[in-house]
Nanobody
Framework: QIQVVESGGGLVQPGGSLRLSCAASGSIFSFYVMAWYRQAPGEQREVVASVTSGGTTNYSDSVKGRFTISRDNAKNTVYLQMNSLKPEDTAVYYC?????????WGQGTQVTVSS
């Protein structure tokens, strides 16, 4: 079964940028739809962006135009480029891999946007 590990979180000032990475192993990466979710304190986990094996992307309205999801099937990695960050983007960001009958989560990486 696939495993995923996130990296790249940290503290950034409003208006700054971060790139999150999610490295996958243990299964055929290209079979999975990959997504990034986030969860702020006291809030429900919400989907941020997703990308199919063929590269079709979707974004939540709150990040559209600021975040870009991409995947490199040769490196078994999915990325989330986050630009023009806002304090409300502060959350734990989770990588998610899904295919029929299987959903796997990473451990999460903290993103804090603050001056």
């Amino acid at each position: 079964q696939i495993q995923v590990v996130e990296s790249g979180g940290g503290l950034v000032q409003p208006g700054g940028s971060l790139r999150l990475s999610c490295a996958a192993s243990g299964s055929i990466f290209s079979f999975y739809v990959m997504a990034w979710y986030r969860q702020a304190p006291g809030e429900q986990r919400e989907v941020v962006a997703s990308v199919t094996s063929g590269g079709t992307t979707n974004y939540s309205d709150s990040v559209k135009g600021r975040f870009t999801i991409s995947r490199d099937n040769a490196k078994n990695t999915v990325y989330l480029q986050m630009n023009s960050l806002k304090p409300e983007d502060t959350a734990v960001y989770y990588c998610n891999a899904v295919r029929t009958g299987i959903r796997v989560w990473g451990q999460g990486t903290q993103v804090t946007v603050s001056s």
